[in-house]
């Protein structure tokens, strides 16, 4: 008996047997594929197992697109993720299967069009035995590779679709399958669930690094901190965390807005003063506390309206400002600008403006703490101009009357002379001493004009080849208002500048005399004044003279050597 006769249809008739054969090779078929799609089914629950354990968002999209492949037996695949524009076109572009020599010769990832814009545009499954017969088939780039059967799949989160999973070339030859579609389709719904979950936790994540850096810039402006290092601490971590471009925090002073600091590709532009002016676009967020969002072209005007230029090698798609300080109006603002349109999420501006309000909190109760150690120092300053009142300048009166009378019992005309003299040094240092007390009792501001003016005065030596002489005589911090003084530097640093380029001097004195009017005089012992055509620079101190309601004038000093430069603005402009 051969082994055809021990088969179960050996006995059957010819035609019955052939009938049993097809039967029982149909059940085998049958069977195979319940096991494969069993371990399809398999495979799917550990790739949503796995995929569900990883909570970055990134690595969720790369294992994502990597399992579709292996359910579909799909030679190449990609995840594209939808960006937040109008158009809705992708903003990331994740692929498996090409080597990273081959993302490299194709160029530019896809942005969305023909084949891929279609599931886009109409958010349902698509199966394709061959993409150029599609009429929306575009054909694909150079050192592309070869791609004929396609699969793509939307993945939605909720109700919102989130971006679309796209196979390609199905090893087997044969194209993409209804249980294929159905084992993606299935995949890409538990891929949203486990996206979401992903997107949940970057978003505490980036709630707890917000804290964090509130908690840093408190910490740090009720410690020992200079208040510049504080700002810039504010702005840094500000930009750090909202992954912005750029950020920079402005502060109102007397009915102007000063730029404190800037972090990022921002630069101040040639600006002296800002004024806060009715309809500019800091208006509503310093007035009424509100945040303004610029994009497009206004990006371009509100940057230079607040006196600073982007310097970064893209263009800002966003700007940001924010008010610092909960009260009306508000003490400043912050702001940031990202030049990919994406960066700015929606759930980020709720926490930046929370991030300025502890900010701005933090800064006035730092302020609060230099008032109070400012008032410590004011009622030293008291104790010791009543102590030179009270004890010094009256023995040196003493001391004076004295010698006073002794000049007058002096018999010899020199002796006489010499006492004369001393009692005028007297008089000469009881001045300075009365001097002194009303400047100890004068309110010192903040910005110590005596300081930004010697720091001018020295930043002209190298020019000059020689250190400038700086007298000042008068209530300088307490009577220059704010306004004058960005004029009144800049002023001095274009006298001094002049000095050293056309005087040939070897000796400049500059001196600031405060009482009814602000006056500036800048003498030097050069050629005198020689008129070269170019007066640019004697133009812009007389403009700024004029602009305050005040005079500049430039004459030949009294010994004939060298210019006497005089500018003049009244203490109220």
Known sequence: MDEADLRPSAALPPLARARLDELLGELLTRVEDVLDTQERL?????????????LDLDSVLERIVRVSCQLADARYGA???????????????????????????????????????????????????RLADHPQSYGFPPNHPPMNT???????????????????????????????????????AAAGVVIENARLYEESARRQRWLEAASEITAALLGQVEREKALELVADRAREVATADAAAVLLRHDGHLAIEVLSGALARNPTD??????????????EDGRTVRLDGDAI?????????????????????????????????????????????????????????????????????????????????????????????????????????????MAQRPEVAERITGAVDDIDATIKEIRRSIFELSSATRSDDLRADLAEAVAAATPALGFAARLVTEGPVDSLVPAQVRPHLLAVVREALSNVGRHAQASEVSVRLEVSDEVRLTVTDDGVGFVDTGRRSGLRNMAERAETLGGTFALRQAEDGKGTVAVWRVPVSP
């Open 300 to 408: 371009e005007r509100g940057v230079a309206e607040l006196g600073m230029t982007t310097t970064g090698p893209k263009a800002p798609a966003h700007l940001l400002l924010l008010p610092l300080g909960a009260e009306r109006p508000a003490d400043g603002m912050l702001v940031m600008y990202w030049c990919d349109p994406d960066d700015l999420l929606q759930s980020n501006i709720g926490l930046l403006e929370t991030f300025a309000e502890q900010a701005a909190l933090a800064l006035q109760v730092a302020q609060a703490q230099e008032d109070r150690g400012r008032l410590a120092v004011f009622e030293d300053r008291d104790r010791i101009g009543r102590d030179l009142h009270d004890l010094v300048i009256q023995r040196l009166f003493a001391v004076g009357l004295t010698l006073d009378n002794a000049a007058r």
């Open 150 to 188: 396609f699969l793509g799949v939307p993945v939605r989160i909720r109700d919102q679709v989130f971006g679309n999973l796209y196979l390609t070339e199905k090893r087997s030859g044969t194209g993409f399958t209804v249980e294929d579609e159905e084992i993606v389709t299935a995949l890409a």
């Open 273 to 286: 003063v800002l004024t806060l002016t009715s309809g500019s676009m800091a208006e509503p967020v310093l």
């Open 79 to 129: 995840l594209g993720v939808l960006g937040s524009g109008s158009d809705r076109r992708l903003k990331q572009f994740i692929t498996h299967g090409l080597t990273a020599e081959q993302r490299a010769s194709i160029g530019d990832l896809p942005r969305g069009h023909g084949i891929l814009g279609v599931i886009i545009d109409s958010p349902e499954p698509l199966r394709l035995q």
């Open 42 to 54: 398999r495979v799917l629950l550990d790739a949503v197992v796995g995929i569900a354990a990883d």
